[in-house]
Protein backbone atom coordinates (compact mmCIF):
# COMPACT_ATOMS: atom_id res chain seq x y z
CA UNK A 1 0.00 0.00 0.00
CA UNK A 2 0.63 3.64 -0.75
CA UNK A 3 -0.01 6.53 0.87
CA UNK A 4 -0.85 10.08 -1.14
CA UNK A 5 -0.65 13.62 0.89
CA UNK A 6 -2.09 16.36 -1.08
CA UNK A 7 -1.44 19.81 0.87
CA UNK A 8 -3.68 22.76 -0.49
CA UNK A 9 -3.69 26.16 0.91
CA UNK A 10 -7.23 25.61 2.63
CA UNK A 11 -7.16 21.77 2.54
CA UNK A 12 -4.92 18.39 3.25
CA UNK A 13 -6.42 15.55 1.42
CA UNK A 14 -4.51 12.01 2.13
CA UNK A 15 -4.85 8.83 0.69
CA UNK A 16 -4.10 5.29 0.81
CA UNK A 17 -3.54 3.62 -2.39
CA UNK A 18 -3.02 0.23 -3.53
CA UNK A 19 -0.76 -1.53 -5.71
CA UNK A 20 -2.62 -0.86 -8.56
CA UNK A 21 -2.77 3.07 -7.46
CA UNK A 22 -6.57 2.54 -6.64
CA UNK A 23 -7.85 4.99 -3.61
CA UNK A 24 -8.63 2.37 -0.94
CA UNK A 25 -9.29 5.35 1.74
CA UNK A 26 -9.51 8.79 2.04
CA UNK A 27 -9.97 11.88 4.19
CA UNK A 28 -9.44 15.35 4.28
CA UNK A 29 -8.77 18.24 6.87
CA UNK A 30 -8.45 21.86 7.50
CA UNK A 31 -4.54 23.05 6.37
CA UNK A 32 -3.79 24.59 9.61
CA UNK A 33 -1.54 27.89 8.70
CA UNK A 34 1.38 27.12 11.46
CA UNK A 35 3.33 23.99 10.24
CA UNK A 36 3.70 22.80 13.73
CA UNK A 37 -0.02 22.36 14.49
CA UNK A 38 -0.10 20.83 10.37
CA UNK A 39 2.28 18.20 11.80
CA UNK A 40 0.09 17.43 14.71
CA UNK A 41 -2.87 16.95 12.88
CA UNK A 42 -1.08 15.14 10.21
CA UNK A 43 -0.03 12.73 12.83
CA UNK A 44 -3.51 12.62 14.44
CA UNK A 45 -4.76 11.54 10.74
CA UNK A 46 -2.23 8.95 10.17
CA UNK A 47 -2.05 6.78 13.49
CA UNK A 48 -6.23 7.02 12.88
CA UNK A 49 -5.95 5.61 9.50
CA UNK A 50 -6.86 2.13 8.62
CA UNK A 51 -3.13 0.78 7.50
CA UNK A 52 -0.18 1.87 9.17
CA UNK A 53 2.25 0.29 7.26
CA UNK A 54 3.22 1.82 3.88
CA UNK A 55 5.96 0.37 1.29
CA UNK A 56 6.27 4.28 0.38
CA UNK A 57 4.85 7.59 -0.42
CA UNK A 58 4.59 10.96 -2.09
CA UNK A 59 3.21 14.83 -1.00
CA UNK A 60 2.70 17.43 -3.13
CA UNK A 61 2.33 20.81 -1.67
CA UNK A 62 1.85 24.59 -2.79
CA UNK A 63 5.76 25.28 -2.71
CA UNK A 64 7.41 28.09 -5.04
CA UNK A 65 11.07 28.17 -4.11
CA UNK A 66 11.87 24.05 -3.17
CA UNK A 67 14.91 22.82 -1.93
CA UNK A 68 14.97 19.61 -3.35
CA UNK A 69 18.16 18.52 -2.30
CA UNK A 70 17.36 18.86 1.51
CA UNK A 71 13.22 18.19 0.65
CA UNK A 72 12.75 21.94 2.35
CA UNK A 73 9.98 24.23 1.61
CA UNK A 74 11.99 27.54 1.51
CA UNK A 75 8.22 29.20 0.72
CA UNK A 76 4.79 28.28 -0.38
CA UNK A 77 1.96 30.22 -2.21
CA UNK A 78 -0.83 30.01 0.06
CA UNK A 79 0.96 29.03 3.25
CA UNK A 80 2.82 31.20 5.76
CA UNK A 81 5.08 28.18 6.04
CA UNK A 82 9.32 29.05 5.78
CA UNK A 83 11.69 27.23 5.05
CA UNK A 84 10.14 23.46 6.38
CA UNK A 85 11.76 20.31 6.24
CA UNK A 86 8.33 18.63 4.74
CA UNK A 87 10.49 15.26 3.88
CA UNK A 88 12.44 14.81 6.77
CA UNK A 89 9.17 15.13 8.61
CA UNK A 90 6.61 13.30 6.43
CA UNK A 91 8.98 10.17 6.43
CA UNK A 92 8.94 10.04 10.41
CA UNK A 93 5.16 10.48 10.71
CA UNK A 94 4.48 7.71 7.83
CA UNK A 95 7.61 5.52 8.70
CA UNK A 96 8.10 4.98 4.97
CA UNK A 97 10.48 6.30 2.28
CA UNK A 98 8.42 9.44 0.96
CA UNK A 99 9.41 11.69 -2.25
CA UNK A 100 7.99 15.45 -1.75
CA UNK A 101 6.89 17.69 -4.63
CA UNK A 102 5.81 20.26 -5.92
CA UNK A 103 1.47 19.81 -6.11
CA UNK A 104 1.14 21.00 -9.57
CA UNK A 105 4.20 18.45 -10.86
CA UNK A 106 2.54 16.10 -8.98
CA UNK A 107 -0.90 16.16 -10.99
CA UNK A 108 1.25 16.51 -14.11
CA UNK A 109 3.07 13.31 -13.43
CA UNK A 110 -0.43 11.85 -13.16
CA UNK A 111 -2.55 13.27 -15.71
CA UNK A 112 0.56 12.48 -18.38
CA UNK A 113 0.67 8.30 -17.26
CA UNK A 114 -3.15 8.37 -18.41
CA UNK A 115 -1.67 9.58 -21.74
CA UNK A 116 1.52 8.35 -21.84
CA UNK A 117 0.81 5.90 -25.20
CA UNK A 118 -0.49 9.07 -26.78
CA UNK A 119 1.43 11.78 -25.92
CA UNK A 120 5.81 12.26 -25.11
CA UNK A 121 5.22 15.87 -23.63
CA UNK A 122 2.65 16.68 -21.26
CA UNK A 123 1.57 20.30 -20.21
CA UNK A 124 -0.54 20.51 -17.30
CA UNK A 125 -1.95 23.35 -16.33
CA UNK A 126 -3.95 23.86 -12.96
CA UNK A 127 -6.12 26.93 -12.99
CA UNK A 128 -7.67 26.82 -9.16
CA UNK A 129 -7.37 30.12 -6.54
CA UNK A 130 -3.65 30.17 -8.06
CA UNK A 131 -2.36 29.07 -11.46
CA UNK A 132 -0.12 26.51 -11.43
CA UNK A 133 1.46 24.42 -13.91
CA UNK A 134 4.01 21.47 -14.48
CA UNK A 135 5.85 19.43 -17.56
CA UNK A 136 6.34 15.87 -17.63
CA UNK A 137 8.85 14.61 -20.98
CA UNK A 138 8.37 10.55 -21.35
CA UNK A 139 6.72 9.96 -18.23
CA UNK A 140 9.36 12.65 -15.98
CA UNK A 141 8.75 15.47 -14.41
CA UNK A 142 10.91 18.25 -15.91
CA UNK A 143 11.83 19.76 -12.22
CA UNK A 144 13.35 22.60 -14.01
CA UNK A 145 10.49 24.71 -14.33
CA UNK A 146 6.98 25.09 -12.87
CA UNK A 147 7.53 25.81 -9.11
CA UNK A 148 6.54 29.50 -9.06
CA UNK A 149 3.33 29.17 -11.27
CA UNK A 150 1.47 31.82 -12.59
CA UNK A 151 2.79 34.51 -10.42
CA UNK A 152 6.55 34.09 -12.18
CA UNK A 153 5.09 34.58 -15.92
CA UNK A 154 4.71 38.59 -16.33
CA UNK A 155 2.02 39.52 -18.98
CA UNK A 156 1.11 42.75 -20.92
CA UNK A 157 -2.45 43.25 -18.98
CA UNK A 158 -4.34 46.88 -19.37
CA UNK A 159 -1.05 48.44 -20.31
CA UNK A 160 0.82 47.17 -17.28
CA UNK A 161 2.87 43.76 -16.82
CA UNK A 162 1.70 41.90 -14.19
CA UNK A 163 1.84 38.13 -13.20
CA UNK A 164 -0.58 36.08 -14.93
CA UNK A 165 -2.30 34.56 -11.97
CA UNK A 166 -2.82 38.00 -10.89
CA UNK A 167 -6.15 38.24 -13.67
CA UNK A 168 -6.75 34.87 -15.11
CA UNK A 169 -6.77 33.07 -11.78
CA UNK A 170 -10.12 31.21 -9.73
CA UNK A 171 -9.64 34.25 -7.39
CA UNK A 172 -9.30 36.79 -10.07
CA UNK A 173 -12.46 35.38 -11.76
CA UNK A 174 -14.36 35.48 -8.96
CA UNK A 175 -13.24 39.27 -8.04
CA UNK A 176 -13.99 40.28 -11.25
CA UNK A 177 -17.67 38.57 -11.80
CA UNK A 178 -18.27 37.82 -8.46
CA UNK A 179 -18.67 34.59 -9.19
CA UNK A 180 -17.12 31.61 -8.89
CA UNK A 181 -16.38 28.87 -12.29
CA UNK A 182 -18.86 26.72 -11.27
CA UNK A 183 -21.73 29.46 -11.41
CA UNK A 184 -20.78 31.19 -14.70
CA UNK A 185 -23.17 29.85 -17.36
CA UNK A 186 -22.32 33.29 -20.09
CA UNK A 187 -20.64 32.78 -22.86
CA UNK A 188 -19.21 36.17 -23.20
CA UNK A 189 -17.53 35.81 -19.74
CA UNK A 190 -16.54 32.91 -20.59
CA UNK A 191 -14.90 34.05 -24.12
CA UNK A 192 -13.43 36.81 -21.82
CA UNK A 193 -11.69 34.37 -19.39
CA UNK A 194 -10.08 32.55 -21.95
CA UNK A 195 -8.73 35.19 -23.84
CA UNK A 196 -6.84 35.59 -20.03
CA UNK A 197 -5.86 32.09 -20.07
CA UNK A 198 -4.83 32.51 -23.71
CA UNK A 199 -1.95 34.89 -22.98
CA UNK A 200 -0.32 32.68 -20.27
CA UNK A 201 -0.93 29.38 -22.82
CA UNK A 202 0.81 30.99 -25.61
CA UNK A 203 3.59 31.93 -23.33
CA UNK A 204 4.54 28.22 -22.30
CA UNK A 205 3.12 26.76 -25.57
CA UNK A 206 6.32 28.49 -26.76
CA UNK A 207 8.83 27.57 -24.03
CA UNK A 208 8.06 24.05 -23.91
CA UNK A 209 6.48 23.39 -27.26
CA UNK A 210 4.07 20.42 -25.50
CA UNK A 211 1.84 17.82 -27.49
CA UNK A 212 -0.79 18.34 -25.56
CA UNK A 213 -2.31 20.58 -22.50
CA UNK A 214 -4.40 19.45 -19.73
CA UNK A 215 -6.14 21.69 -18.04
CA UNK A 216 -6.92 20.79 -14.12
CA UNK A 217 -7.75 22.97 -11.28
CA UNK A 218 -11.42 24.13 -9.98
CA UNK A 219 -11.80 26.19 -12.95
CA UNK A 220 -10.40 23.37 -14.96
CA UNK A 221 -13.11 20.91 -13.56
CA UNK A 222 -15.52 23.70 -16.13
CA UNK A 223 -13.71 23.11 -19.14
CA UNK A 224 -16.33 21.94 -21.16
CA UNK A 225 -18.17 25.70 -20.72
CA UNK A 226 -14.83 27.50 -22.25
CA UNK A 227 -13.25 24.75 -24.54
CA UNK A 228 -14.07 26.03 -28.26
CA UNK A 229 -13.63 30.09 -27.38
CA UNK A 230 -9.96 28.80 -25.39
CA UNK A 231 -9.20 27.17 -28.31
CA UNK A 232 -10.73 29.96 -30.44
CA UNK A 233 -8.45 32.90 -28.43
CA UNK A 234 -5.46 30.72 -28.55
CA UNK A 235 -5.70 30.88 -32.57
CA UNK A 236 -5.43 34.13 -32.75
CA UNK A 237 -1.40 33.72 -31.20
CA UNK A 238 -0.26 31.52 -34.48
CA UNK A 239 3.15 31.44 -34.58
CA UNK A 240 5.11 29.46 -38.10
CA UNK A 241 6.66 26.40 -36.70
CA UNK A 242 5.42 25.99 -33.73
CA UNK A 243 2.63 23.05 -33.55
CA UNK A 244 0.12 23.86 -32.36
CA UNK A 245 -0.94 21.42 -29.17
CA UNK A 246 -4.41 19.67 -28.33
CA UNK A 247 -5.93 20.81 -26.15
CA UNK A 248 -8.07 18.21 -22.98
CA UNK A 249 -9.37 18.60 -19.69
CA UNK A 250 -7.48 16.61 -16.72
CA UNK A 251 -9.27 13.35 -16.61
CA UNK A 252 -8.83 13.11 -12.52
CA UNK A 253 -8.58 16.58 -11.69
CA UNK A 254 -10.42 16.40 -7.80
CA UNK A 255 -7.77 13.59 -7.16
CA UNK A 256 -4.91 14.44 -9.38
CA UNK A 257 -2.24 15.30 -7.08
CA UNK A 258 -2.85 11.74 -4.46
CA UNK A 259 -2.13 10.01 -7.82
CA UNK A 260 0.90 11.34 -8.86
CA UNK A 261 1.99 10.98 -5.35
CA UNK A 262 1.59 7.05 -6.10
CA UNK A 263 2.94 7.18 -9.31
CA UNK A 264 6.50 9.10 -8.61
CA UNK A 265 6.71 7.02 -4.98
CA UNK A 266 6.82 4.04 -7.59
CA UNK A 267 9.20 5.73 -10.16
CA UNK A 268 11.13 6.66 -6.87
CA UNK A 269 11.48 4.00 -4.50
CA UNK A 270 9.89 0.63 -6.85
CA UNK A 271 13.11 -1.01 -5.88
CA UNK A 272 12.86 -0.23 -2.23
CA UNK A 273 8.71 -0.82 -2.36
CA UNK A 274 9.34 -4.21 -4.10
CA UNK A 275 11.91 -5.34 -1.62
CA UNK A 276 10.04 -4.58 1.44
Known sequence: MYVGVDIGGTKTLVAILDEHGRITHS??????KNYDHFLLELRHIAHHLPIK????????MPVTVFDRKHGRGVSFG?????NVPVHRDLERIFDCPIVVENDAKMAALSEAMLLK?????????????????????????DTSIGDG????????HKRQFVPWESFASGHAIVERYGKMAKDITAESTWEAISRDLAKGLIELIAVTEPDVIVIGGSVGSYFDRYQKPLKKALSRYHIPLLKRPDLIAAQRPEHAVVYGCYDLAKQTYGHHAAAK
Open 53 to 60: EFRAGGVG
Open 27 to 32: LKFATP
Open 78 to 82: NLPWR
Open 117 to 141: DQYRVVLYVTVSTGIGYGLVIDGQI
Open 149 to 156: GGKTILLE
